[in-house]
């Protein structure tokens, strides 16, 4: 009898465990002016403004020059979106590294979408999968 206790309360901290590892999906919903985080994999690339826009994270593409390596070219991450709205989709692409300030930007509507960072930062030789690739964003209203 003790051991089937034993083992009903191993079950249920195992339970209740792999509970806590469960992580949400569905689209994130932002506000203007507060950053956020997308990742290029289902259920998790996709922030929502209300009814008003969506925005989705479809790939990253970092050819950054990567750490362990000496590069002529610092590089920079692509990032493959796609922006809807009351006027209909459109496929985009930002932006992040080396390049001026304006391609980590893209104003649309009333609204202006900035890149403020793509994580992890490539390391030589390692391939990073899609699902840890971090790419932070601020929407922010246009004055």
Known sequence: M???FIALIGLWFLALTAACLVKQEGPVKIQPGQSFELRPVEGMNTAVLED?????LVAVNDSRCPEGVLCVHAGWATLSLELEDSNGKQAVELRFGAGPKEEQTL???AYRL???DVQ???V???TVPADQQI???VLE???
């Open 135 to 137: 790419v932070s964003f």
């Open 141 to 143: 209203k246009q004055p």
């Open 2 to 4: 003790k051991r089937i």
């Open 114 to 116: 900035s890149v403020q």
């Open 120 to 122: 992890p930062y490539p």
């Open 107 to 109: 104003n649309f509507g």
């Open 52 to 56: 008003q826009l969506s925005l989705k």
């Open 124 to 126: 030589y030789e390692k």
